[in-house]
């Protein structure tokens, strides 16, 4: 095995076990976020010395600082944003944002399913808007009726969706290089 299948490997590895752990739990654990960002920073040092560091760094930074301000209205948890950081290390700053971009629409369409299942499409509508009206009026400030600690609120193992994102990811990297092999 090459070291950028190993890479992605790992990445595989520690999103699958973070989908399981969010869809029973809806938490993803420091330990396998820490360790998963640990060993994605020294995989790369190990591969590439000072830029494989800096490589590891900048998609674990750029993750973090993403992600951050949702973090902070509530609106992600943090095992969810460690998880992308985790993720970042990995993948570097250029295909993180591809997890990024691919797991925020799984996510969407897993709301979208939810909100049908739970028959809940009026409320969930209701609660954008205020989302809306509160940012246009009042800037980025946390709403406890529309955040992760409001008990009433549906939520989405968002873990579940950066796996999927990833293994979509992994998959178009190794388009190529399958459709070549067969």
Request: charged share 10%.
């Amino acid at each position: 095995m090459d070291a950028r299948s190993a890479i992605w490997a790992l990445t595989l590895l520690l999103t699958c076990l973070a989908a399981v752990w969010d869809w029973r739990s809806r938490k993803i654990p420091n330990w396998l976020t820490v360790s998963g960002a640990v060993a994605g920073i020294t995989i790369h040092i190990l591969l590439g010395g000072w830029p494989g560091a800096r490589f590891a760094l900048a998609g674990m930074g750029l993750a973090l600082a993403l992600l951050l301000p949702l973090v902070h209205l509530r609106a992600l948890g943090a095992g969810d944003w460690k998880l992308m950081g985790a993720v970042g290390t990995f993948l570097g700053w250029q295909l993180f944002l591809f997890v990024l971009f691919g797991s925020i629409l799984v996510a969407g369409v897993m709301a979208v399913v939810q909100m049908i299942r739970a028959d809940r499409i009026s409320e969930t509508f209701r609660n954008m808007w205020t989302l809306i009206k509160g940012f246009a009026t009042f800037g980025m400030v946390n709403s406890a009726k529309i955040s992760l600690d409001n008990p009433g609120l549906l939520k989405l193992p968002f873990g579940v969706a950066v796996a999927a994102a990833t293994i979509a990811c992994f998959c178009a990297a190794y388009w190529q290089v399958w459709k070549h092999t067969l």
